[in-house]
């Protein structure tokens, strides 16, 4: 019972973001008649993570006090102001914080944001899941009758972006690394042009593995003539 109190000492102590001054003289006169040491805090793991003599962290509360945390969201400045002072995020970049959580094996207890997946088993937001089905089906557009090295070349390049585009974590990067079977098309248009004008297929190859090394799916010809 008294590690109960304990625990509802620290969260009435905690800050915006689940962090609590480690305190036992003061803890201990809160509680009445209990008296308190480290190893009572150390018990209550894994709702309440010691980390240091001063300070302790409750992962549940961030996620208890504010279900949903939007990078919009001007209702959530306390919060983002704390995550910045804390870990370095902010609403550009969460990942210093989902990082934290990582590291305490407690990302399911990270709030539920919109804009960002968190991966592992946390549910994949709209957003996402109509990102891979559009990867999916520029995946299954048809493959043009090339040379072999031309034909591979063109596989790296695509089999690359797409693995790039399947790792976004958030919406603002899905925007800037979206497929479509029409970013495919030109992509293939602008390899049967170089073809066509006549450059050697090793030339070819090149321009292709050029587009690799950028992650990119716009091939541009050489800049000298066949």
């Known amino acids: 019972m008294h590690r109960k109190i304990l625990h509802l000492a620290l969260w009435e102590q905690a800050d915006e973001i689940g962090f609590a001054k480690l305190r036992m003289d003061v803890l201990s006169d809160l509680c009445g008649q209990y008296t308190f040491t480290h190893e009572d805090v150390d018990a209550l793991a894994p709702h309440v993570h010691r980390m240091s ?26 919060v983002w102001r704390e995550l910045n002072a804390k870990f370095g995020a902010t609403r550009q970049n969460p990942e210093p914080y989902f990082a934290f959580m990582r590291s305490l094996k407690m ?11 968190l ?12 990102h891979l ?63 066509n004008l006549g ?3 090793l030339v070819v190859e090149n321009c292709i593995r050029a587009a690799i090394d950028k992650t990119r799916l716009t091939v541009y010809p050489p800049p000298f003539k066949p």
């Open 107 to 117: 990302d399911s207890h990270i709030p539920e944001m919109p804009e960002d997946y």
């Open 53 to 78: 003599h001063k300070e302790v962290f409750l992962p549940d509360f961030l996620k208890t006090q504010q279900r949903t945390l939007s990078r919009t969201s001007h209702g959530a400045n306390k």
């Open 199 to 201: 450059y050697d297929p």
């Open 119 to 130: 991966g592992g088993d946390n549910p994949k937001p709209p957003w996402l899941l109509k």
């Open 133 to 195: 089905a559009n990867i999916e089906q520029a995946s299954k557009y048809p493959e043009p009758e090339w040379p072999e090295n031309i034909l591979q070349a063109y596989r790296s390049m695509v089999d690359n972006y797409f693995q790039k585009a399947k790792d976004v974590t958030s919406k603002s990067q899905a925007e800037s690394h979206r497929v479509t079977t029409r970013q495919i098309d030109n992509s293939q248009r602008q390899i049967q042009t170089i073809i």
